[in-house]
């Protein structure tokens, strides 16, 4: 069992209160979801909280601070990168009560910032067409031979 599933067990316990989580790996931590949103991101056994400018003040008077994404190679290498994820306060560490508060209002955060996001194109059926109109010829001729 890697070492990373008794704390990412232990997540899943402290957000019970705002419902289902599920946790899902990406690049050297992991994602918090709910509602099909990611509002929690873990990494180093450490858990940030999704937010927007209101929810930073709370967590600032509450000693938090970001995570700060500085990337080591690319073109915003050494760049120290804000990601909008701000420290669960160490109160809420041992109190999944509090927990929850600090959670619902990620969530909430989350949820706002998904539905400001402008839709995912579909995919243009029309480029797509001729390729596959192309295989159906082709699988014809060798039917016929």
Same mark, same amino acid.
């Given at each position: 069992m890697p070492a990373d599933s008794s704390f990412h067990e232990y997540v899943k316990e402290l957000f019970?209160?705002?419902?289902?989580?599920?946790? $899902?790996?990406?690049?050297?931590?992991?994602?918090?979801y709910a509602d099909g949103v990611m509002f929690l991101l873990l990494?180093?056994?450490?858990?940030?909280v999704k937010t927007d400018d209101a929810l930073k003040a709370e967590l600032r008077e509450e000693?938090?601070? *970001?995570?700060?994404?500085? *990337?080591?190679n690319g073109p915003r290498a050494g760049e120290k990168i804000d990601l909008g994820y701000w420290r669960l306060p160490d109160s809420?560490?041992?109190?999944?009560?509090?927990?929850?508060?600090?959670?619902? $209002?990620?969530?909430?955060?989350? $949820?706002a910032k998904a539905a400001a996001r402008p839709p995912k194109k579909a995919a243009d059926v029309t480029k797509v067409a001729p390729k596959k109109a192309k295989l159906a010829k082709t699988s014809a001729k060798k039917t016929k031979r």
């Open positions: 019970a209160g705002v419902g289902p989580i599920q946790i $899902k790996r990406m690049f050297g931590g992991a994602g918090g990494g180093d056994d450490t858990i940030h000693g938090s601070g *970001p995570f700060v994404f500085t *990337p080591q809420a560490l041992d109190d999944p009560d509090e927990a929850a508060i600090w959670g619902r $209002k990620a969530l909430n955060v989350a $949820k």
